[in-house]
């Protein structure tokens, strides 16, 4: 790589790494503050109330209310750790496709189209735990710290009327409790065995954590598709805390689907390893941007385009009106037009408008991107190549229908089957890898196909409509 070019790219790895660091730190003053407010509200409370006349009872209607506030305290930590989450791989996402561009401006658009659903897929697997081993996303693990502060409030009460103590010296307690980086007495964990001595210990824990890993993930969802990266080094941060396992690990290099996910509190960085030099890269880019083919790039660049949304040509397919039909008489006219083209051997879309306006976009051997037609209330058909297998809806699929789910009709056909999906209700919260492991559930039927498989659970949950339908029934 150019030296100009390396000089790039480690400025915007570092630049990278310090918004990290910022969005870091924001994220530990908003927690806090929550805490911090809390406790204020606690101790003005008590400031209003005679030592002589507070009482057990007022406590414990105090408690009540302080279960009350800790929902509105997880609602806030939602807020504060998704938009870390969201804040993160959107640096990393932009980066990447800052780098990129300036390696092929003309594809410029191509790239920010690329990268532009990761952040927020980020956002969908970290919250709700595809990521994880356990399946448990970081929503689940907040409302768990939730419960566990109310736990403490009420055991906190309770253990202090055992060891009678005022009620305003149980206020103070509770006061003291909420209040982030108090110093408690020493008797405390004898008096409060098992609550917590630090209150936002875990949620900054987990709000430091979450950065870490939408970094990382970010990163890995940007370039693993890019055949220009071989690889991964991991470079340790190399600060006076840093764990033997990082200690470890600085320097080496990872297979891209073997890199390690770092730990909780890392801050290590991942970059990439690329062989090629810029000009030959800046030769392959330009040839396939011309239309000479390459399956790594379609795979790489192409493989999300039906699932864009950008409302731009990425320059790959050719969007053609090919005529005007009466709207009612659509479904007819759909099996029609997937007849002429489930056979053929590259990716091919048709779109009736809600006004019979029929377009055909020409894609690709894996990939076409439809682009400048409203959908809302339209047919949506494309084919799914043999060189694909027998396949029902992807990934990718799935992505463009949660996009546009006002549809009147999604469909995709191929050599042996017609799939029809139409969406029952909004699709914002499901993670595909989650549906997708879920439905290995049928693997011991006749006939199991994963992606077909996914859009059945989908089915069961209630969120759309779907067939799957030989083309001999």
Not at 438 to 463: I, M, N, S
Request: proline share 3%; hydrophobic share 30%.
């Amino acid at each position: 790589m150019p030296y100009g070019h390396i000089r790039q790219y480690r400025d915007l790895v570092k630049e990278v790494q310090n918004k990290r660091i910022k969005i870091t730190r924001r994220q530990q003053e908003q927690i806090a503050k929550l805490y911090r407010d809390l406790a204020k509200e606690i101790g003005r409370d008590i400031s209003g109330k005679d030592q002589k006349t507070l009482s057990y009872r007022w406590l414990k209607d105090y408690a009540k209310s302080l279960k009350v506030q800790s929902r509105q305290i997880y609602n806030d930590l939602q807020g504060i750790v998704s938009l870390g989450i969201l804040d993160t791989a959107k640096a990393v996402s932009e980066a990447e496709s800052a780098f990129w561009a300036s390696v092929a401006p003309n594809l410029s658009e191509t790239f920010r189209d690329t990268f532009s659903t990761i952040p927020q897929s980020c956002v969908d697997e970290l919250m709700t735990g595809g990521i994880y081993k356990d399946f448990v996303g970081l929503s689940e693990r907040l409302w768990n710290y939730k419960k566990k502060f109310d736990q403490d409030i009420g055991f906190i009460i309770n253990r202090g009327m055992i060891e009678q103590k005022s009620a305003y010296d149980l206020a103070k307690d509770l006061e003291l409790y909420v209040k982030p980086g108090a110093k408690k007495p020493w008797e405390w964990r004898k008096v409060y065995p098992g609550c917590n001595l630090v209150v936002d210990y875990n949620a900054q824990r987990l709000a430091r954590t979450s950065v870490t890993h939408a970094y990382q993930m970010s990163f890995q969802r940007s370039t693993r598709d890019n055949p220009f990266i071989e690889s991964y080094k991991w470079n340790s941060s190399n600060s006076t805390r840093m764990c033997d396992l990082c200690r470890s690990r600085d320097g080496k290099i990872f297979p891209k689907n073997k890199v390690p996910l770092d730990h909780p509190n890392g801050m290590c960085v991942i970059t990439a390893v690329i062989p090629k030099t810029m000009d030959e890269i800046a030769e392959e880019l330009s040839e396939w941007a011309s239309g000479k083919s390459n399956k790594a790039l379609d795979r790489w660049l192409g493989r999300k385009r039906l699932g864009t949304s950008s409302g731009a040509s990425s320059g790959r397919s050719r969007k053609s009106r090919i005529g005007e039909i009466d709207y009612a008489k659509t479904p007819a006219a759909i099996k029609y037009f997937e007849d002429q083209i489930r056979r053929q051997d590259t990716e091919k879309a048709i779109v009736v408008d809600k006004d019979g306006i029929v377009y055909q976009f020409d894609g690709g051997e894996s990939s076409v991107d439809i682009y400048d037609v409203d959908l809302s209330d339209a047919y949506v058909t494309h084919n799914h190549p043999s060189s694909q297998g027998i396949v029902s809806f992807g990934e990718d699929d799935f992505y463009f229908m949660r996009e546009h789910s006002d549809m009147k009709e999604f469909r995709c056909c191929n050599e042996e089957y017609e799939y029809v999906v139409k969406v029952l209700r909004p699709l914002d919260e499901v993670v595909y890898n989650n549906i997708y492991l879920e439905g290995f559930k049928y693997q011991g039927e006749e006939d199991f196909e994963a992606q077909d498989a996914a859009f059945r659970v989908l089915q069961e949950k209630g969120y759309i409509e779907y067939e799957k339908r030989r083309l001999s029934d």
